[in-house]
């Protein structure tokens, strides 16, 4: 099957869901999983580290390391949280960031059904997203 030809190609489907056949000669890869810089990605254009913290991108048959994912939601499905934030853009309501310069900690707020990010404190040195927290120092 397809699925064998991909296996043969060391596509590596170390998410909990594996490699799957979806009918119709069509394969599917569990995105979610410990890839690394090098893994072979046929079957994705993007996936996450091991750790959560760093976005991997398809690039000639190949991850590499895409960027830093140092925020609260980490790396997700096609989502890389920097931790960084423009004051007033709009946001997922009790999601927290730094503001792009690095000088407040972040709130998302929710008023009149519209979620945008608010100054929670200002930092006395500097905001840094470290490890999926937000350090105000």
Sequence with gaps: GLGDVYKRQKQR???????????????????KGDFVDGDLCYLLSAACSKDGHTSLECKDGKFTVGQQCPGEGGCGMGDCDTGLAKLGDFCKPGRHACSDDKKALLVCKDKDGVANWAVDKKCPKECEPKDGKLECK
Aim: charge should be neutral; aromatic fraction near 0%; hydrophobic fraction near 10%.
């Design 13 to 31: 489907c170390p998410g909990s869901n594996g490699c799957k056949s979806q009918g119709g000669g069509l394969v599917s890869c569990d995105p």
